[in-house]
Every structure is written in C-alpha cells, then in structure tokens.
C-alpha cells in the first residue's frame, strides 16, 4: 500500500525566509506532484516531476524529485504572504495507470510579515 | 473554457436521507475520481472511473455510490449508510496517466 508523509504538517515563518517542505513516499512510483489549496478552495496544480532528479521552478517555489530516495522537496525562497495556503504532494502508482493520486496529509503554510 | 464543474458548492443532508453530488467536465478526459477531504486532513479517494460505464472503488468507498454513463459525467450519491458524511468533496478528472484537474468542490453538511 502506497503511503504519503509530508512534513512539516504545520510552518510559521516569516517574510523573506527559506524553506523546505518534505514528502516522502513508501513504493516506488514514477509520478510525483505537487498542490496548493487555498482555504475553501479547490486544488491549484504546481507541479509535475516525472523522473528521477527533476527540478522544476516557478517564481519563489522549487520543486525536485529523488525517485531513489523516495523523496520531493518543495523548496520555498524568500517567501512573501501570498505564498501562505495549503500544500499538499500526491503521488500516483508505479504501474502509470489512472488508479487515482495518494495524497500526503498537506502542509499548513503561515507567512507572516 | 475547459473545466471541471461541480454543484451544488453546499449541500445539507438529513439523517436517513440520499444526497447525489454533481460532476461534469468538458476536457475530453477519460479517468474521473471523487475524493474526501476533512478538516486538516489530506485527500482520500472514493472511488474513480478510468472509462464509461466502469468505475472502481478507492479507500473509502462504503456508503457512497457512483455512474459513469456519460464520458463526462460522474455524480457521486452519498448514501443514508454513510454516517460521517460531513466533508468537503471534490471531483478530478484527468488523461491517462496525467495529472489531476479539480473541481471547485462541494462542502456537505449534517442537518
């Protein structure tokens, strides 16, 4: 059975900071993907890593993917307030079927002035 | 535009009562899914259609019931057998072996 952890589930920090945002997962998988919720809203797409040591870049966010570690980071750079909402990361089975993602239980991200 | 689009956005249920959720999309894709969110909680899935007239059961599937007679349509009846049902749902539809598209979701609540 495929399981998602992602930590921290809960992040405080301040304006102009960086961090780091860990998802692990427990088998082997070939898609990882990466989900901002707002509160109420539905799930807004951020990205996709499909292989091993993909990186991919969108304003202040980063994401990488290391299939052999079982791991993606979400890497946030000089975070501002609008950056404050919800992440979640999912990961879908190594068959590449559409079975539906398995989604960690989310970050809840606070940036404070 | 293309999307995905779900209603009613709240819906209230009675004890005993059936309640059917609304899903359509017009992006063409052939896999849809409904999945669970509670409070602080991650996603889990109820069940997915990956073609019409076939569906498959995700993690949660107990007391609730789904069609797939359209392609781009996927309503999802909660029914009085599920006693928790107070969660926001959302529907997603994908193409194969794509990423997942979500609906704005539709928050259920117990009368």
């Known amino acids: 059975e495929l399981k998602v952890e992602q930590n921290p589930l809960f992040l405080s920090m301040q304006e102009g900071k960086n961090y780091t945002i860990y998802c692990n997962y427990s088998t082997t998988s070939d898609r990882l993907y990466w989900y901002r919720q707002d509160p109420g809203k539905s799930l807004e797409s951020l990205f996709v890593l499909l292989s091993n040591g993909a990186v991919k870049q969108e304003g202040r966010l980063m994401a990488s993917l290391d299939t052999k570690a079982r791991l993606s980071t979400l890497h946030i750079t000089a975070a501002v307030h609008d950056l404050s909402a919800t992440y979640f990361c999912a990961v879908g089975d190594s068959g590449g079927g559409a079975d539906g993602l398995t989604f960690g239980k989310g970050t809840h991200l606070i940036i404070q002035p | 535009d293309g999307g995905i689009t779900q209603s009613p956005k709240y819906l209230f249920r009675k004890e005993g009562q059936n309640v059917t959720l609304s899903c359509e999309q017009n992006?063409?894709?052939?896999?849809m899914y409904w999945y669970r969110q509670d409070p602080g909680q991650g996603l889990r899935l109820i069940y997915y259609s990956q073609i019409v007239n076939d569906f498959q059961k995700g993690d949660i599937a107990e007391g609730y019931s789904v069609s797939r007679e359209k392609k781009e349509s996927f309503p999802l009846t909660v029914t009085s057998a599920q006693k928790n049902p107070t969660a926001f749902y959302l529907c997603a539809s994908s193409p194969r072996m794509g990423k997942l598209f979500f609906g704005s979701g539709t928050q259920l609540s117990v009368l």
């Open positions: 992006l063409n894709h052939d896999a």
